[in-house]
């Protein structure tokens, strides 16, 4: 039973689960939006949470507070002036989860931990430049799309190789020992 037991492991040891969570708060406060597993989204969650609300007083004592576990001045100086100006009076529930679906490789729930007040302002990813080299592709005629699919059909005649592959017959024969197959190739006539 795991009665009144807070957290979650994330299969990590104390040092190296703060460490992850210090990298993904600092993540999620650079980029306003990342994507990860539902549990480490969870667990995120509670520790950016307590940062953001310390960051709402402006003061050299917070400031600390928040470098103890953001480790980016730059960060710390656009965590003050620049988010914690457009939360505003909120009283809490500075994040968002939103759940993907499952990842195709280890089939791991995935998420997508955000913002709330930055949702619409993430950067959009830039479109794909078409290559210079390639115009739109020439529209066949018809003439010349009946003539590709008749050297498609035409008969391909069989080489020599070809022909004494289809002559050999293979065959499996159980051995009578220790219930192994072997395969013997016979020679001849069909």
Known sequence: MR???KGRKLSR?????????RNLAASLLKHKKIRTTIAKAKELRRFVEPIIT????????????????????QL????FSDIIPKIGDRPGGYT?????????????ELAIIELVDYSGIVKPKKAKKEKAGSETPKTETAKETVEKKEEKK?????TPRAKRA???KVKEKKAPSKGKTSTVRKTGDK
């Open 96 to 108: 968002r989860i939103v759940r993907l679906g499952l990842r195709k490789g280890d089939a791991a």
């Open 166 to 168: 289809d002559d050999q």
């Open 154 to 158: 035409a008969p391909k005649t069989k």
């Open 54 to 73: 310390k960051a709402k007083t402006d003061s050299v004592a917070s400031r600390r507070y928040v470098y103890d576990d953001i480790k980016d001045r």
């Open 3 to 5: 009665h009144r037991v």
């Open 76 to 79: 710390i100086q656009e965590l």
């Open 13 to 21: 040891t104390s040092e190296h689960r703060r460490a992850t969570l």
